[in-house]
């Protein structure tokens, strides 16, 4: 079992940066590849960042590619992403999930636990 509690998110102008944190309950965390989602009401969970088990890999999703960065602590229990260069379009609740699957998994049913979310609103 783990349970993942994101933190970070808040209201920010565009072109600003955020860093959220999920920190994780259990001893698994490092066997479990991490990552993160976003939503906006009416749409569906979109991927956003994945980071492997021992951050030797990670993936983005197009749209943030080359202006977010996930990392990881697993002395921590602790994931992150770093958010640079933020747009309106990136208003969202971000959720961070932990998955035992493996491979590159940008679909919400690839992993095993979600935590609550956190709000990051982008003001132009």
């Known amino acids: 079992q783990v349970q993942l509690v994101e933190s970070g998110g808040g209201l920010v102008q565009a072109g600003g940066s955020l860093r959220l944190s999920c920190a994780a309950s259990?001893?698994?965390?490092?066997?479990?590849?991490m990552g993160w989602f976003r939503q906006v009401p009416g749409k569906e969970r979109e991927f956003v960042a994945l980071?492997?088990?021992?951050?030797?890999?990670?993936y983005y999703a197009d749209a943030v590619k080359g202006r977010f960065t996930i990392s990881r602590d697993n002395a921590k229990n602790t994931v992150y992403l770093q958010m640079n260069s933020l747009k309106p379009e990136d208003t969202a609740v971000y959720y961070c999930?932990?998955?035992?699957?493996?491979?590159?998994?940008?679909?919400?049913?690839?992993?095993?636990?979600w935590g609550q979310g956190t709000q990051v609103t982008v003001s132009s």
């Open positions: 999930a932990a998955a035992t699957s493996l491979g590159i998994l940008t679909t919400p049913r690839f992993y095993d636990y």
């Open positions: 259990g001893r698994s965390f490092s066997s479990h590849a």
């Open positions: 980071i492997n088990r021992n951050s030797g890999s990670t």
